[in-house]
T-cell receptor
Framework: KQEVTQIPAALSVPEGENLVLNCSFT??????LQWFRQDPGKGLTSLLL?????REQTSGRLNASLDKSSGRSTLYIAASQPGDSATYLC?????????????FGAGTQVVVTP | NAGVTQTPKFRVLKTGQSMTLLCAQD?????MYWYRQDPGMGLRLIHY???????AKGEVPDGYNVSRLKKQNFLLGLESAAPSQTSVYFC???????????????????FGPGTRLTVT
């Protein structure tokens, strides 16, 4: 059974520092991996989606890498800002699952201090 | 486009009461999902639907029922609420290719704002 882990559970950094968020998964047979942002009391906002055939995806200050063989993905946020404070979740879709069901990690809560 | 909307936003139930959560999407998505989010456990899939009139069980389906009578709506029902069903419920949808093409693998999922349910 696929297990998705995000360590650490919480992270605090000063403004301007680069953020590095980790996601690991036990079964490398994935179709894609998605990174989400969740603000307190809100829904999930999709940040980046990486297909299994891709090594990385970029959007503005965000860059996500994928190493399927080692079961890892990393989300980099450059030059962090207080507005980046949120919980970040990663989720995978298993290869062979035709319905796109997501398996989530428990998330990393990020605080960026001014 | 409103995207994915959920009603109600908040609800308090007594044990044994029933209720229905409504999810609506205006993106013509084929696939819809219900998740629950509990502290420290991430999101877990309750039920999902791959088209109008079709539903299937997810990871934690017990105590819930669903219906998808219209493509744009996905209903989650609790027949007899229990305190263990206190949670935040999220609905999501994702798309397939337009009619006339082979149904594509689901892609990015779009989430609603959530319903916070407390069962006392």
């Amino acid at each position: 059974k696929q297990e998705v882990t995000q360590i650490p559970a919480a992270l605090s950094v000063p403004e301007g520092e680069n953020l590095v968020l980790n996601c690991s998964f036990t079964d490398s047979a994935i179709y894609n991996l998605q990174w989400f942002r969740q603000d307190p009391g809100k829904g999930l906002t999709s940040l980046l989606l990486i297909q299994s055939s891709q090594r990385e995806q970029t959007s503005g200050r965000l860059n996500a890498s994928l190493d399927k063989s080692s079961g890892r993905s990393t989300l980099y946020i450059a030059a962090s800002q207080p507005g980046d404070s949120a919980t970040y979740l990663c989720a995978v879709t298993q290869r062979g699952d035709s319905w796109g069901k997501l398996q989530f990690g428990a998330g990393t809560q990020v605080v960026v201090t001014p | 486009n409103a995207g994915v909307t959920q009603t109600p936003k908040f609800r308090v139930l007594k044990t044994g009461q029933s209720m229905t959560l409504l999810c609506a999407q205006d993106m013509n998505h084929e696939y819809m999902y219900w998740y629950r989010q509990d502290p420290g456990m991430g999101l877990r899939l309750i039920h999902y639907s791959v088209g109008e009139g079709t539903t299937a069980k997810g990871e934690v389906p017990d105590g819930y029922n669903v219906s998808r009578l219209k493509k744009q709506n996905f209903l989650l029902g609790l027949e007899s609420a229990a305190p263990s069903q206190t949670s935040v419920y999220f609905c999501a949808s994702s798309y397939a290719l337009m009619p006339g093409y082979k149904l594509a693998y689901p892609y990015e999922q779009y989430f609603g704002p959530g319903t916070r349910l407390t069962v006392t």
